[in-house]
């Protein structure tokens, strides 16, 4: 029945596949990870954290709260005080400091770290990042799972965890097998529709049902104590549950956002509030994806972590000790296919980006270019074979990130 | 009921055999075979309409006008009008519009986020604290845990109860004048409005560090609530906002008169707030225990002249946002349809800041005057001075309270955009907000997108701005919308309703010269967007040429000051296509992407939809479903999609309705209540 029940998804999954993102030119490419994108919303403080510097590094002005030996070192990479607990996993991470964002409010740069592109005024009928990787991960558009609030862009793929599965536990088998009956026939309907929005629905429509058909052949995911700390215990139960769905094939893109960092009063404590609370979580999460395997290998080598704010911290203390937006942000990639060990880009002495080679990710004397948040968007499409110029960005390659 | 409607029943003498008469909501029912209608207006030859598509169209309107759906005699009397001609049809709207229904549905049309019931605003938190009790010898004792203020939020409070039962104090508070309560002393302090040890700060929750400087809850616990009562504030706050809406639309009003005035419909909490300010003002504290509301629409308890602007001085537009900032952004969305963009921004930028800005507003006039922030800075913070005196929690600060008689200026697009210049209050600032020409064109542009969703045009809101200009109430913008809307699907081809045009000259112009044409006249200026992507440049850069291609496709560009038509669209996105990728397949794919490939269905509202889920099953859903979620309960027609979420949502209030119903074949009933040509607004082709 089972065995059916998948066939039946795979099926109506192959029918659906053209609906799913063009991919590149390229010929053949690996199989596609799982991506799992952590929006630390408010802004995490670089210098805190994936940036690190030392007193001779910066000018005097620049706020720098933590001597030297807070700092890890592990090879090229270094990580602050707040992000100490990420540094086990260094020789799986990759740093990119110095990613233009170019924005300095929530609302517009929320909406384009979701697109991965910049300048691209939300509320229409954007795309976002999450599901044009979720249409490359296979035939069949698996919902993207989302927890937390996502700000204006909204994936089209999208499932609200929180309510959806709390609505869904509450069904009997029998009516939870009319839903998937009644989503199924939905996708049939639009799927014969001319316009082109109807067969895309369609085709969503079909992978929620697959989704639906593995879900319910599984038992729920066991809530395990990750952390003491009462303000992670979401958290800790929203990475529990991206395991699950990683796991169990159920989801190919997860988007958790925890708005924690925006610490306009008291940065040094804020920001050290949230982390220490929060990042420990997230390495609980790299460490139980260490541990565990499927048929395709170690699920780190599997999952693709992507770690960032929608915008950096001006590097001076404002008179309440906290500090205002910053256009700049510090990248975390981990897991799948991320030259771990690496740290690539430069910020100069008053935090800003410096010039970098392209190629390399390495620092120039001269010459050179920033890197922006359309070239990391477009680097990690070409990775998984969609080619980010179809869908309007036209950010440059960066070899070094996505070998 | 009108004139036009006699002809509808008329009309419907002709099909009465064909047309279900029943009381009962029944969304989409046939009018009958046969029943088809061929539209009178417009002369000629008109084709006959499938009576399906008539009562999927009336059902529609109903829907749009007041978020109800018809019953079976509703919808059979809108097809009749519909199918008679242009006439009837805006009779009949007309007539829809004019209901206490779609009064009562206009706020939540005209401003989703803004009415959005189940989304406290962002800094709710900094009207009150929180008390938190003790129990002692059977008795509950109140206190205040203190912590600090950060953002909407106070944090780090001590739990621990400052005194035990026998050194707590009765008060009586100003939610229960009538029964006294025990409150600890150090929480209560009923001397103390202001700190005393900063600068005269008020003691309210926007002030950090309030208990380092003497301040408790102050007099009838001002300053304080029960945390069971603060949902009931958030409540009469949301509703103040919306029943004044649907107050001034129930009369016909102009929209400029949401913004303008003392008078607003609000129950006695909101207007207990509004004489809060003025003991914080210096009133005696007495007035918080004096019942001087009245129900209904009055004016409210007034600081100085001036200092009401309609709803823009309400607690609810107050607690927009926690810095003032915030809170003139979501007025500029809510009267103009202007949205932070904050794009461009550099990190030089931001250091050439003033080295001074470092408190809220501190360095504003710097801010505003520098290029690239004057973009937002020059219309958000000369606007802020408006407002200045009211804090996010709605407290009256009289430290930053402009001088009587002061005056400021209003910009809108930068620090070279000068709007005019009024007295420096809410009413001045309103005066002049309503004035300008993007007041009228935001009430377009939200009633074009709450009727025709994501496929409203630039022509939509041209000609609802038309209407505007002669009648600027929301029931002549609706009424006008909806006839255009219900038209456009009649007379269409494609369900879609799209309206073709036809500009023949620019149809045939080369890529060069649409570039000329379309693309030069900003980005050859020199300035900002040139940056950007010059026109100069633009056919020699492959990257260039990809940005103007998606801004083209998406409809981003041109502005939409400067409509493009679709015909000629859809060329530049073609030739610019051609010029990018030679290789047929890859630009093919590129060029379904611009096509709606990648995206959904567009949907009713969630509430709409259970709506009509509950119509279909004969159930009232109201009482019997979770919440919808803020996620949705705070979005437009134009931005729902039948997303993976919406739709498992949809078909579970499906089982929910027809275990209410006591259905017995729960699978068909579900088909039946979620059938998608009932709850999508235009069934796809």
Redesign the interface.
């Given at each position: 029945m089972l065995r059916r029940r998948f066939l039946g998804g795979l099926a109506a999954g192959l029918a659906s596949l053209a609906v799913v993102p063009r991919l590149s030119r390229a010929t053949t490419r690996p199989r596609t990870p799982y991506h799992l994108f952590v929006l630390l919303g408010g802004g995490i403080d670089a210098i805190l954290s994936l940036d690190p510097k030392t007193r001779a590094e910066v000018d005097r002005s620049v706020d720098l709260p933590y001597d030297a030996r807070s700092i890890h070192s592990t090879g090229e990479l270094a990580f602050g005080p707040n992000m100490v607990s990420l540094a086990p996993w260094a020789g799986r991470a990759a740093v990119l400091r110095g990613v233009l964002t170019s924005s300095v409010a929530h609302p517009p740069a929320v909406g384009q770290l979701l697109l991965m592109r910049r300048g691209i005024p939300t509320g229409g009928k954007q795309v976002a990042f999450l599901d044009l990787v979720a249409g490359a991960h296979r035939t069949a558009q698996l919902p993207v799972v989302r927890f937390g609030n996502s700000g204006s862009v909204t994936p089209k793929g999208l499932i609200l965890s929180e309510t959806v599965f709390q609505r869904l536990l509450t069904l009997s088998p029998e009516e939870l097998d009319v839903v998937r009956t009644q989503l199924r026939k939905q996708a049939e309907w639009l799927a014969g529709s001319r316009d082109r929005e109807g067969p895309a629905t369609a085709s969503r429509l079909r992978g929620t049902v697959e989704f639906l058909d593995r879900l319910s052949a599984l038992p729920g995911p066991a809530a395990e104590a990750w952390t003491t700390a009462p303000d992670a215990q979401e958290f800790a139960q929203q990475l529990q549950r991206c395991l699950w769905l990683f796991e169990h094939d159920l989801t190919a893109c997860a988007l958790v956002n925890h708005f924690r960092w925006d610490t306009h009063i008291d940065n040094y404590e804020e920001q050290g509030r949230a982390s220490s609370a929060l990042l420990p979580v997230l390495a609980r999460f790299v460490e139980e994806l260490a541990k565990r395997t499927n048929s395709h290998g170690s699920m780190l080598d599997q999952v693709r972590i992507i770690v960032a704010s929608e915008l950096g911290r001006f590097p001076k203390l404002n008179s309440e000790r906290g500090k205002h937006h910053f256009p700049e942000i510090p990248m975390l990639f981990m897991g799948a296919g991320i030259p771990g060990g690496h740290a690539f880009g430069r910020t100069g002495r008053m935090m800003e980006a410096l010039a970098m080679d392209l190629n390399t990710g390495l620092a120039t004397g001269n010459g050179g270019s920033l890197v922006t948040l359309d070239d990391v968007g477009a680097t990690l499409l070409r990775s998984v074979g969609v080619d980010p110029e179809l869908h309007g960005n036209s950010g440059r390659h960066l070899p070094f990130l996505v070998p | 009921m009108r004139r036009g409607l006699v002809a509808v029943v008329c009309f419907l003498v002709a099909c009465q055999n064909h047309a279900p008469r029943s009381t009962k909501p029944d969304v989409h029912a046939d009018v009958g075979p046969g029943g088809g209608a061929t539209p009178r207006s417009g002369g000629g030859a008109t084709p006959k309409i499938d009576p399906k598509r008539l009562n999927e169209i009336a059902a529609d309107l109903f829907v749009l006008a007041s978020d109800h759906v018809p019953s079976g005699r509703e919808l059979a009397e809108a097809a009749g009008a519909l199918a008679a001609g242009e006439q009837e049809l805006r009779a009949f709207i007309a007539g829809l519009v004019a209901t206490d229904a779609s009064s009562a549905f206009a706020p939540f049309a005209l401003f989703p986020w803004e009415s959005n019931p189940e989304s406290p605003p962002q800094s709710f938190g900094q009207l009150f604290f929180q008390l938190s009790t003790f129990e002692q010898a059977g008795q509950t004792v109140y206190f205040l845990a203190g912590g600090?203020v950060?953002?909407g939020d106070i944090i780090a409070g001590s739990t621990k109860p400052p005194c035990s039962l026998r050194e707590a104090e009765r008060v009586r508070p100003w939610w229960d004048p009538e029964h006294e309560i025990l409150v600890c002393p150090s929480s209560h302090r009923p001397d103390r409005i202001r700190a005393i040890n900063g600068k005269h700060q008020l003691c309210s929750p926007v002030t950090?560090a309030f208990e380092r400087q003497g301040c408790g809850c102050g007099p009838s616990l001002m300053y304080c609530i029960k945390s069971e009562r603060l949902d009931d504030i958030g409540v009469s706050m949301r509703k103040e906002f919306t029943d004044t809406i649907a107050w001034s639309v129930g009369q016909d009003r102009p929209l400029q008169d949401l913004f303008r005035g003392r008078e607003t419909v609000r129950d006695r909490w909101i207007d207990w707030l509004y004489r809060r300010q003025l003991v914080e003002s210096g009133a005696p504290a007495e007035l918080l225990s004096n019942a001087g509301w009245v129900e209904g629409r009055s004016p409210r308890p007034e600081l100085h002249p001036g200092a009401h602007a309609g709803l823009l001085s309400s607690p609810q537009v107050a607690a927009f946002g926690c810095e003032p900032r915030q809170r003139l952004m979501a007025i500029s969305n809510l009267i103009w349809c202007v949205?932070?963009?904050?794009?461009?921004?550099?990190?030089?930028?931001?250091?050439r800041l003033p080295t001074n800005f470092?408190?809220p507003m501190?360095g504003w006039q710097l801010l505003a005057s520098m290029p690239v922030c004057d973009g937002?800075h020059a219309r958000l913070d000369y606007s802020v001075q408006f407002f200045e005196g009211i804090t996010a929690g709605f407290h009256y600060d009289s430290r930053i309270s402009p001088r009587p008689g002061s005056t400021m200026n209003m910009y809108m697009h930068d620090q070279f955009d000068l709007r005019g210049h009024g007295e420096q209050t809410p009413a001045g600032f309103a005066e002049l907000a309503v004035s300008q020409p993007e007041f009228g064109a935001c009430m377009s542009k939200r009633v074009a997108a709450h009727v025709f969703g994501?496929h409203a045009t630039e022509d939509d809101v041209a000609s609802l701005l038309e209407v505007f200009e002669t009648r600027p109430t929301y029931r002549a913008l609706l009424t006008s919308a909806l006839v255009s809307y219900a038209e456009r699907r009649l007379w269409s081809a494609g369900e879609?309703g799209e309206t073709a045009h036809a500009d023949p000259a620019a149809a045939q112009l080369g890529l060069g010269a649409l570039v000329e044409q379309y693309c030069s006249d900003c980005h050859d200026t020199g300035g900002p967007a040139e940056q950007?992507w010059g026109s100069s440049r633009a056919l020699a850069d492959?990257?260039?040429m990809?940005?103007a291609?998606?801004?083209i496709?998406?409809?981003?560009m041109p502005p939409a000051r400067d409509p493009l038509d679709p015909a000629v669209r859809q060329r530049f996105v073609a030739l610019l296509a051609e010029r990018?990728w030679p290789d047929a397949e890859?630009r093919n794919?590129?060029l379904?992407?611009y096509?709606?490939?990648?995206?959904?269905?567009?949907v009713h509202r969630r509430s709409s939809t259970t709506k009509i889920i509950g119509a279909l099953t004969g159930v009232d859903l109201d009482g019997a479903l979770?919440k919808i979620?803020p996620?949705y309960a705070g979005r437009g027609r134009d931005?729902q999609?039948?997303?993976?979420?919406f739709?498992?949502?949809t078909?579970?209030d499906?089982?929910a309705a027809c275990k209410l119903a006591g259905a017995k074949d729960?699978?068909d009933c579900?088909?039946r209540a979620?059938r998608?040509d009932a709850i999508l607004p235009v069934a796809?082709?």
């Amino acid at each position: 029945m089972l065995r059916r029940r998948f066939l039946g998804g795979l099926a109506a999954g192959l029918a659906s596949l053209a609906v799913v993102p063009r991919l590149s030119r390229a010929t053949t490419r690996p199989r596609t990870p799982y991506h799992l994108f952590v929006l630390l919303g408010g802004g995490i403080d670089a210098i805190l954290s994936l940036d690190p510097k030392t007193r001779a590094e910066v000018d005097r002005s620049v706020d720098l709260p933590y001597d030297a030996r807070s700092i890890h070192s592990t090879g090229e990479l270094a990580f602050g005080p707040n992000m100490v607990s990420l540094a086990p996993w260094a020789g799986r991470a990759a740093v990119l400091r110095g990613v233009l964002t170019s924005s300095v409010a929530h609302p517009p740069a929320v909406g384009q770290l979701l697109l991965m592109r910049r300048g691209i005024p939300t509320g229409g009928k954007q795309v976002a990042f999450l599901d044009l990787v979720a249409g490359a991960h296979r035939t069949a558009q698996l919902p993207v799972v989302r927890f937390g609030n996502s700000g204006s862009v909204t994936p089209k793929g999208l499932i609200l965890s929180e309510t959806v599965f709390q609505r869904l536990l509450t069904l009997s088998p029998e009516e939870l097998d009319v839903v998937r009956t009644q989503l199924r026939k939905q996708a049939e309907w639009l799927a014969g529709s001319r316009d082109r929005e109807g067969p895309a629905t369609a085709s969503r429509l079909r992978g929620t049902v697959e989704f639906l058909d593995r879900l319910s052949a599984l038992p729920g995911p066991a809530a395990e104590a990750w952390t003491t700390a009462p303000d992670a215990q979401e958290f800790a139960q929203q990475l529990q549950r991206c395991l699950w769905l990683f796991e169990h094939d159920l989801t190919a893109c997860a988007l958790v956002n925890h708005f924690r960092w925006d610490t306009h009063i008291d940065n040094y404590e804020e920001q050290g509030r949230a982390s220490s609370a929060l990042l420990p979580v997230l390495a609980r999460f790299v460490e139980e994806l260490a541990k565990r395997t499927n048929s395709h290998g170690s699920m780190l080598d599997q999952v693709r972590i992507i770690v960032a704010s929608e915008l950096g911290r001006f590097p001076k203390l404002n008179s309440e000790r906290g500090k205002h937006h910053f256009p700049e942000i510090p990248m975390l990639f981990m897991g799948a296919g991320i030259p771990g060990g690496h740290a690539f880009g430069r910020t100069g002495r008053m935090m800003e980006a410096l010039a970098m080679d392209l190629n390399t990710g390495l620092a120039t004397g001269n010459g050179g270019s920033l890197v922006t948040l359309d070239d990391v968007g477009a680097t990690l499409l070409r990775s998984v074979g969609v080619d980010p110029e179809l869908h309007g960005n036209s950010g440059r390659h960066l070899p070094f990130l996505v070998p | 009921m009108r004139r036009g409607l006699v002809a509808v029943v008329c009309f419907l003498v002709a099909c009465q055999n064909h047309a279900p008469r029943s009381t009962k909501p029944d969304v989409h029912a046939d009018v009958g075979p046969g029943g088809g209608a061929t539209p009178r207006s417009g002369g000629g030859a008109t084709p006959k309409i499938d009576p399906k598509r008539l009562n999927e169209i009336a059902a529609d309107l109903f829907v749009l006008a007041s978020d109800h759906v018809p019953s079976g005699r509703e919808l059979a009397e809108a097809a009749g009008a519909l199918a008679a001609g242009e006439q009837e049809l805006r009779a009949f709207i007309a007539g829809l519009v004019a209901t206490d229904a779609s009064s009562a549905f206009a706020p939540f049309a005209l401003f989703p986020w803004e009415s959005n019931p189940e989304s406290p605003p962002q800094s709710f938190g900094q009207l009150f604290f929180q008390l938190s009790t003790f129990e002692q010898a059977g008795q509950t004792v109140y206190f205040l845990a203190g912590g600090n203020v950060v953002g909407g939020d106070i944090i780090a409070g001590s739990t621990k109860p400052p005194c035990s039962l026998r050194e707590a104090e009765r008060v009586r508070p100003w939610w229960d004048p009538e029964h006294e309560i025990l409150v600890c002393p150090s929480s209560h302090r009923p001397d103390r409005i202001r700190a005393i040890n900063g600068k005269h700060q008020l003691c309210s929750p926007v002030t950090a560090a309030f208990e380092r400087q003497g301040c408790g809850c102050g007099p009838s616990l001002m300053y304080c609530i029960k945390s069971e009562r603060l949902d009931d504030i958030g409540v009469s706050m949301r509703k103040e906002f919306t029943d004044t809406i649907a107050w001034s639309v129930g009369q016909d009003r102009p929209l400029q008169d949401l913004f303008r005035g003392r008078e607003t419909v609000r129950d006695r909490w909101i207007d207990w707030l509004y004489r809060r300010q003025l003991v914080e003002s210096g009133a005696p504290a007495e007035l918080l225990s004096n019942a001087g509301w009245v129900e209904g629409r009055s004016p409210r308890p007034e600081l100085h002249p001036g200092a009401h602007a309609g709803l823009l001085s309400s607690p609810q537009v107050a607690a927009f946002g926690c810095e003032p900032r915030q809170r003139l952004m979501a007025i500029s969305n809510l009267i103009w349809c202007v949205k932070p963009r904050s794009v461009a921004v550099t990190a030089d930028t931001v250091f050439r800041l003033p080295t001074n800005f470092r408190a809220p507003m501190q360095g504003w006039q710097l801010l505003a005057s520098m290029p690239v922030c004057d973009g937002c800075h020059a219309r958000l913070d000369y606007s802020v001075q408006f407002f200045e005196g009211i804090t996010a929690g709605f407290h009256y600060d009289s430290r930053i309270s402009p001088r009587p008689g002061s005056t400021m200026n209003m910009y809108m697009h930068d620090q070279f955009d000068l709007r005019g210049h009024g007295e420096q209050t809410p009413a001045g600032f309103a005066e002049l907000a309503v004035s300008q020409p993007e007041f009228g064109a935001c009430m377009s542009k939200r009633v074009a997108a709450h009727v025709f969703g994501q496929h409203a045009t630039e022509d939509d809101v041209a000609s609802l701005l038309e209407v505007f200009e002669t009648r600027p109430t929301y029931r002549a913008l609706l009424t006008s919308a909806l006839v255009s809307y219900a038209e456009r699907r009649l007379w269409s081809a494609g369900e879609r309703g799209e309206t073709a045009h036809a500009d023949p000259a620019a149809a045939q112009l080369g890529l060069g010269a649409l570039v000329e044409q379309y693309c030069s006249d900003c980005h050859d200026t020199g300035g900002p967007a040139e940056q950007a992507w010059g026109s100069s440049r633009a056919l020699a850069d492959h990257s260039a040429m990809v940005q103007a291609l998606d801004s083209i496709g998406d409809r981003r560009m041109p502005p939409a000051r400067d409509p493009l038509d679709p015909a000629v669209r859809q060329r530049f996105v073609a030739l610019l296509a051609e010029r990018i990728w030679p290789d047929a397949e890859t630009r093919n794919a590129a060029l379904d992407n611009y096509s709606g490939r990648l995206n959904n269905v567009e949907v009713h509202r969630r509430s709409s939809t259970t709506k009509i889920i509950g119509a279909l099953t004969g159930v009232d859903l109201d009482g019997a479903l979770a919440k919808i979620t803020p996620f949705y309960a705070g979005r437009g027609r134009d931005e729902q999609e039948y997303t993976p979420d919406f739709a498992l949502n949809t078909v579970i209030d499906g089982v929910a309705a027809c275990k209410l119903a006591g259905a017995k074949d729960l699978a068909d009933c579900v088909e039946r209540a979620t059938r998608l040509d009932a709850i999508l607004p235009v069934a796809p082709r």
